[in-house]
């Protein structure tokens, strides 16, 4: 299991800031997203991954958090991150996001087979 917190105000400063970040941080679907508050969710849910896997320096791309059309979200893991995953025998993801506050929140559980 892997937690992390996004501060919401302090990614909104960085993007601003480097604006080539979005590309390397989010994929094509994550970028359709507008709201800072969703993309800070989707980044904590990114670090969480890394967290899970014990693997920090993967892609961002690897790890990517769709919604489904009932607006859950999914967790797609591809490259490196997969490869890490499928060496742990994570073969089911689980991710929870939220914000409030100027915070975003994910929860992340890779189940093994």
Same mark, same amino acid.
């Given at each position: ?7 919401? *105000? #302090?990614? /909104? +400063? ?6 080539? $970040? ?18 800070? *969710? #989707?980044? /904590? +849910? ?6 899970? $896997? ?6 961002w791309t690897d790890a990517e958090v769709v919604n489904e059309?009932?607006?859950?979200? #999914? ?5 490196a991150a997969r490869e890490a995953a499928e060496a742990l ?25």
């Amino acid at each position: 299991m892997g937690v992390d917190v996004v501060e919401v *105000a #302090r990614l /909104a +400063a960085a993007l601003e800031r480097t604006p080539k $970040l979005r590309e390397r941080l989010y994929t094509g679907e994550e970028l359709l997203v507008t709201r800072i508050e969703s993309l800070a *969710a #989707r980044f /904590a +849910a990114k670090e969480a991954v890394a967290k899970v $896997l014990g693997a920090p320096g993967l892609p961002w791309t690897d790890a990517e958090v769709v919604n489904e059309d009932n607006g859950k979200p #999914r967790l797609i893991v591809t490259g490196a991150a997969r490869e890490a995953a499928e060496a742990l025998g994570i073969a089911t993801w689980h991710v929870s996001l939220s914000h409030d506050g100027g915070v975003a929140t994910a929860v992340v559980i890779g189940e093994t087979a």
